[in-house]
């Protein structure tokens, strides 16, 4: 009897850890984000004060500016955040009730902690990480990628998982389930597969709301990492955006070894952007009409090569300019950002099937 219980207790035991990701629990998957979020305990670190700040003042500014800017899009069917990270808080800020999310970057899926796991000395661990990890976000609205390569993959702390966690119950989220997945869009197989996840689906929504969908794939989006590996692209096929963020991104799209990428973004019929968009000239090229809004005052000296005088001239040309009331990419001083929404003029049959409301 005794052989036989330990049979059983190996194959129950084998059936646990063989499900995937996705058969954890609903409630167990928000509190452990509830719990990485701190939201049920005392604002004790900078960090959490930060946050309290943060969605006091900065989540409003933002969701202010979007009723007003892009109130047709807010519900829009996908939204697309290329080069994103774990920057959940600005896609839901700005766009709070769109069907489907679709970001990436090169920060490793990662995974939750195991709270059950964890001794008072490990639990804090994790908050020190967490807090760490969100710095750079919370006091001026954008992650910094080289320091990301190292704080999210930490002993305490695995990818971007905890913190899109973190930031969508921040933000007035639950949290359903969610479900390893590949580059292309298919689901994981882990006896098939080798290494770790690259893709993830998060299913999420608010109270009594519709449910949401985040795909987040990490991979390296130059052209030659695409050619690499062109499951991303396979996934886009069957993807229109119905509008696109861009920010803090490096001014990757201003370089041709990433034109495969900039091709894809600038089929959107939206874009939302900063000056690490695309530049200000291709986009009056590729037919957008452009909206500016705050100001443009320059680059970071370590980009001083991306300086578009071409942007300095129309904004000088924009007189009153209206101030963004919330930090915004690298210039994140409120009064010194720039944010550009430019549009596709959608004309003659494209007219006819919106009129029609087909």
């Given at each position: 009897?005794?052989?036989?219980?330990?049979a059983?207790?190996a194959?129950?035991?084998?059936a646990?850890?063989s499900?995937?990701?996705?058969?954890?629990?609903?409630?167990?998957?928000?509190?452990?984000?509830?719990?990485?979020?701190g939201?049920?305990?005392?604002?004790?670190?900078?960090?959490?004060?930060?946050w309290?700040?943060?969605?006091?003042k900065?989540?409003?500014?933002?969701?202010?500016?979007?009723?007003?800017h892009?109130?047709?899009?807010?519900?829009?069917?996908?939204?697309?955040y290329?080069?994103?990270?774990?920057?959940?808080?600005?896609?839901?800020?700005?766009?709070?009730?769109?069907?489907?999310?679709?970001?990436?970057?090169l920060?490793?899926?990662?995974e939750?902690?195991?709270?059950?796991?964890?001794?008072?000395?490990k639990?804090?661990?994790?908050?020190?990480?967490?807090?760490?990890?969100?710095s750079?976000?919370?006091?001026?609205?954008?992650?910094?990628?080289?320091?990301m390569?190292s704080?999210?993959?930490?002993?305490?702390?695995?990818?971007?998982?905890?913190?899109?966690?973190?930031?969508?119950?921040?933000?007035?989220?639950?949290?359903h389930?969610?479900?390893?997945?590949?580059t292309?869009?298919?689901?994981?197989?882990?006896?098939?597969?080798?290494?770790?996840?690259?893709?993830?689906r998060?299913?999420?929504?608010?109270?009594?709301?519709?449910?949401?969908?985040?795909?987040?794939?990490?991979?390296?989006?130059?052209d030659?990492?695409?050619?690499?590996?062109?499951?991303?692209?396979?996934?886009?096929?069957?993807?229109?955006p119905?509008?696109?963020?861009?920010?803090?991104a490096?001014y990757?799209?201003?370089?041709?070894?990433?034109?495969?990428?900039?091709?894809?973004?600038?089929?959107?019929?939206?874009?939302?952007?900063?000056?690490?968009?695309?530049?200000?000239?291709?986009?009056?090229?590729s037919?957008?009409?452009?909206?500016?809004?705050?100001?443009?005052t320059?680059?970071?000296?370590?980009?001083?090569?991306?300086?578009?005088?071409e942007?300095?001239?129309?904004?000088?040309?924009?007189?009153?300019?209206?101030?963004?009331?919330?930090?915004?990419?690298?210039?994140?001083r409120i009064?010194?950002?720039?944010?550009?929404?430019?549009?596709?003029?959608v004309?003659?049959?494209?007219?006819?099937?919106?009129?029609?409301?087909?």
């Amino acid at each position: 009897m005794t052989s036989l219980r330990l049979a059983a207790a190996a194959t129950c035991l084998a059936a646990l850890f063989s499900q995937p990701a996705g058969a954890i629990e609903a409630r167990s998957l928000n509190d452990t984000a509830r719990w990485l979020a701190g939201v049920d305990a005392p604002a004790t670190t900078a960090s959490q004060k930060g946050w309290e700040g943060l969605t006091q003042k900065r989540t409003p500014a933002l969701r202010d500016f979007a009723q007003k800017h892009l109130a047709k899009e807010q519900a829009c069917d996908t939204l697309f955040y290329p080069f994103s990270g774990p920057d959940m808080l600005n896609a839901v800020s700005l766009f709070p009730a769109c069907k489907k999310y679709i970001l990436f970057g090169l920060e490793p899926v990662g995974e939750l902690p195991d709270l059950g796991k964890l001794d008072e000395k490990k639990q804090a661990a994790v908050r020190k990480d967490m807090d760490k990890a969100q710095s750079y976000l919370v006091a001026r609205n954008y992650f910094v990628t080289q320091y990301m390569g190292s704080e999210l993959r930490t002993p305490h702390l695995k990818g971007v998982l905890p913190l899109v966690s973190a930031m969508l119950v921040r933000t007035g989220y639950e949290l359903h389930d969610y479900a390893w997945a590949n580059t292309d869009g298919s689901k994981w197989d882990a006896a098939a597969s080798t290494g770790t996840p690259r893709a993830i689906r998060l299913h999420f929504g608010k109270p009594g709301g519709p449910e949401q969908e985040l795909f987040y794939a990490s991979f390296d989006a130059s052209d030659k990492g695409l050619k690499n590996n062109p499951g991303f692209l396979r996934f886009m096929e069957g993807v229109t955006p119905t509008a696109t963020l861009i920010k803090s991104a490096s001014y990757l799209l201003h370089d041709d070894i990433f034109s495969t990428m900039r091709g894809l973004v600038e089929k959107s019929p939206v874009l939302v952007q900063d000056d690490t968009g695309l530049p200000y000239r291709r986009l009056l090229g590729s037919g957008y009409k452009v909206e500016l809004y705050g100001d443009y005052t320059g680059v970071l000296p370590v980009f001083k090569y991306r300086y578009q005088p071409e942007l300095a001239r129309a904004y000088a040309a924009v007189q009153p300019k209206e101030v963004l009331q919330f930090p915004w990419s690298y210039m994140y001083r409120i009064g010194g950002v720039g944010l550009q929404i430019a549009r596709k003029p959608v004309t003659g049959p494209a007219v006819a099937r919106v009129a029609s409301g087909s």
